[in-house]
T-cell receptor, first 112, second 113 residues
Framework: GENVEQHPSTLSVQEGDSAVIKCTYSDSASSYFPWYKQELGKRPQLIIDIRSNVGEKKDQRIAVTLNKTAKHFSLHITETQPEDSAVYFCAAITQGNEKLTFGTGTRLTIIP | EPEVTQTPSHQVTQMGQEVILRCVPISNHLYFYWYRQILGQKVEFLVSFYNNEISEKSEIFDDQFSVERPDGSNFTLKIRSTKLEDSAMYFC???????????FGPGTRLTVT
């Protein structure tokens, strides 16, 4: 089955700087890659996603890139703000089924 | 904006007891899921449900687990005889047909003592 690796496990950046979180996946048939933000004790919230026929997608301060050949995708957050502090999970869905396989999460801390 | 809801928010039960966790998916969604998250770990898939039957389940979802859509709005997860290792946050999710985006409920924290 699909396996998703995520790095780093923790990340601290100064407010205003950029943050990058990276994930790799194992199943070349995976076709959908969402990113979820989870604040302490709250539900995972979908913040951005990308499909396998697209290389990059941007939504204001967040962007996701996908390299299908290398089987990795990354989340980029620019001009970070204190409210960006949370745990971020990447995930993948393999074509033909609908279960999300999650990465292990990255705890992002924005230092004011 | 419609959201997935779950009850209760926190359930404490003794080992060996049965628990039922309840979810109300977004009303026009047709695919339903249960995931769990052990404290400090990643979210893990348990089961998916479509057209009144299980479409996929993980190895975690053994004979002690069952799901049901008893009416047009609720989706439940039952654990027949809870174990200490069942302690986790359980998330329900739902989605529309034809899209991938899954929307999560706020979770039920299950504590087995």
């Amino acid at each position: 089955g699909e396996n998703v690796e995520q790095h780093p496990s923790t990340l601290s950046v100064q407010e205003g700087d950029s943050a990058v979180i990276k994930c790799t996946y194992s199943d070349s048939a995976s076709s959908y890659f969402p990113w979820y933000k989870q604040e302490l004790g709250k539900r995972p919230q979908l913040i951005i996603d990308i499909r396998s026929n697209v290389g990059e997608k941007k939504d204001q301060r967040i962007a996701v890139t996908l390299n299908k050949t290398a089987k990795h995708f990354s989340l980029h957050i620019t001009e970070t703000q204190p409210e960006d502090s949370a745990v971020y999970f990447c995930a993948a869905i393999t074509q033909g089924n609908e279960k999300l396989t999650f990465g292990t999460g990255t705890r992002l801390t924005i230092i004011p | 904006e419609p959201e997935v809801t779950q009850t209760p928010s926190h359930q404490v039960t003794q080992m060996g007891q049965e628990v039922i966790l309840r979810c109300v998916p977004i009303s026009n969604h047709l695919y339903f899921y249960w995931y769990r998250q052990i404290l400090g770990q990643k979210v893990e898939f348990l089961v998916s449900f479509y057209n009144n039957e299980i479409s996929e389940k993980s190895e975690i979802f053994d004979d002690q687990f069952s799901v049901e859509r008893p009416d047009g709005s609720n989706f439940t997860l039952k654990i027949r005889s809870t174990k200490l290792e069942d302690s986790a946050m359980y998330f329900c999710a739902s989605k529309l047909a034809g899209v991938h985006e899954q929307y999560f409920g706020p979770g039920t924290r299950l504590t087995v003592t």
